[in-house]
């Protein structure tokens, strides 16, 4: 059995790739780490139920989830690899369909949990299995600052080494002493962000039921007993049960193993149209792994997702770049009670509905507050300035998409879809750049000149600092800037 890592997985792919396309099913709302991953062409399929959450803005309500599938040639298990009888199944059975198998049967819930608010006593955690789970401030991770507000909402957040996933509902009762209003949260906890997204209609009806019929926990008990993970006796870290033989035969039969990734509700096209020519300024922040708090009222759903959204933005595929580098690592919702978990951050996006965090400036570098992106770091308000550079990517992205759209509507291409452009668009952007840096440290003349920065599709003037920063965070410190290249 192999160890499952309990790292946030946006720097290196923890997830078994699964061996056949996902169906309308097993896409409904997904959340998969983009990093590091070079994706192909997938299929964008209309799923029911993953929308951001009624009454949410930023227009994200559209059901289409997308994926970004490698397709490639059937898989078989290398010469040499024996089957081991832990390998269930007929040997007629194909690889791909016992992968699928084993991807659905395994355990990954650590905890599931109910919180509701109290008139008295405000957040309060009341039930969980296991017993003995550290839960400490999740009644305030489960239930927003705020979601007062709003009727329903579900909040992506982290708790330790472990994600976390909330569905919050707020019910109007006949009720002196609850004031009127029933609000509870119905949550898990997993060991990956990117597999929570199964459980999400699950966690929806659940907290229907507890608002309905309070006490009643036998369906979420019957939950955890089938999807418990099991536990090293550490508690630290989860096992995985799937054949070694197996994930290696599937990750073998290709460079690239299989992509998984998928963006809820058509999010992240929405995220770019959201912030416009901005989002090249967020991406500049975040390939320079920048502390990064984004500021929203409730509901929290649509904010998560913009988290995730810029995490996105930093892909790179090129082995070993990236490697020394703080991770971009992705809190989702965070409040108060988190400033000790951040404080010892150096690299991160966050969301918050708290306005307090602004006044909070050793936490975050940058503060982003509707599409105001703001910094109180002087080194790092000069790339806040759009540059020629950034408009011309801005306006090929749209054209992109208009192309895209175009062929959508007129040849009925159903293969190609926003996500996947727009997540390619950044990865072979910041592939570029890095092919470039690599190739011109490895010449005689290790020196940037302007037409260097042209080939990296950057501004010779407009991005100098943004280059002088990126040296220095990835370790190009051996290259050499052209005195020819001044600040504009």
Do not use: W
């Given at each position: 059995m192999g160890e499952r890592s309990d790292r946030a997985p946006l720097l290196d792919w923890e997830e078994i790739p699964s061996a056949k396309k996902p169906t309308d099913a097993d896409s409904h709302g997904r959340l998969s780490s983009p990093s590091n991953s070079l994706g192909t062409s997938g299929s964008s399929t209309p799923v029911p139920g993953w929308s951001c959450g009624p009454g949410l803005s930023d227009g994200c309500g559209a059901p289409p989830a997308t994926s970004i599938t490698q397709s490639g040639a059937d898989v078989t298990l290398r010469p040499g690899v024996e089957k081991l009888p832990s390998d269930s199944g007929p040997e007629d059975v194909p690889l791909e369909d016992r992968m699928l198998a084993w991807e659905e049967e395994k355990d990954q819930i650590v905890s599931v949990f109910v919180v509701a608010f109290n008139t008295r006593t405000g957040n309060m955690l009341e039930w969980c299995l296991p017993k003995d789970m550290d839960l400490e401030g999740v009644e305030f991770k489960a239930i927003a600052?705020?979601?007062?507000?709003?009727?329903?909402?579900?909040?992506?957040?982290?708790?330790?080494?472990?994600?976390?996933?909330?569905?919050?509902?707020?019910?109007?009762?006949?009720?002196?002493?609850?004031?009127?209003?029933?609000?509870k949260?119905?949550?898990?906890?997993?060991?990956?962000?990117?597999?929570?997204y199964r459980y999400m209609s699950?966690?929806?009806?659940?907290?229907?039921?507890?608002?309905?019929?309070?006490?009643?926990?036998?369906?979420?008990e019957a939950f955890f007993e089938d999807k418990r993970a099991l536990l090293l006796s550490s508690g630290d870290n989860v096992v995985s049960v799937c054949p070694i033989h197996v994930w290696g035969a599937a990750i073998n039969h290709s460079m690239h193993p299989e992509m998984k990734i998928t963006h809820p509700a058509g999010c992240m096209s929405q995220f770019i149209r959201f912030f416009g020519e901005q989002i090249m300024v967020l991406w500049k922040l975040a390939l320079l792994r920048r502390r990064i708090l984004i500021f929203s009222p409730p509901p929290v759903g649509v904010v998560c997702y913009r988290v995730y959204c810029c995490?996105?933005?930093?892909?790179?595929?090129?082995?070993?770049?990236?490697a020394a580098v703080s991770e971009f690592r992705p809190f989702f919702y965070v409040n108060v009670a988190d400033?000790?978990?951040?404080?010892n951050e150096l690299s991160y996006v966050a969301c918050t509905t708290e306005k307090i965090f602004e006044e909070k400036r050793d936490l975050y570098d940058v503060y982003v507050d509707n599409q105001n992106v703001k910094t109180h770091r002087e080194g790092l308000k000069p790339l806040l300035r759009i540059s020629t550079a950034d408009r011309d990517k801005y306006r090929k992205l749209t054209e992109q998409r208009k192309m895209l759209l175009y062929s959508q509507e007129e040849n009925g291409d159903c293969v190609s879809s926003e996500e996947d452009l727009f997540i390619l668009f950044f990865l072979e952007q910041n592939n570029r750049i890095f092919q470039t840096l690599s190739e011109v440290s490895a010449s005689p003349d290790p020196t940037l000149t302007a037409e260097s920065m042209r080939a990296m599709g950057l501004d010779p003037h407009g991005d100098r600092l943004f280059l002088l920063h990126l040296l220095e965070i990835y370790g190009f410190d051996t290259l050499l800037v052209s005195d020819q290249l001044c600040c504009s």
């Open positions: 600052s705020g979601s007062h507000r709003v009727t329903t909402d579900f909040i992506y957040f982290r708790k330790g080494s472990y994600f976390g996933l909330a569905c919050f509902a707020n019910m109007a009762v006949e009720s002196t002493a609850e004031r009127g209003a029933r609000m949260s119905v949550g898990i906890l997993s060991p990956s962000y990117t597999l929570l699950f966690l929806e009806h659940q907290v229907r039921v507890q608002l309905q019929s309070p006490g009643h926990y036998s369906p979420l995490c996105c933005l930093a892909n790179i595929s090129i082995p070993g770049v990236g400033i000790a978990a951040l404080e």
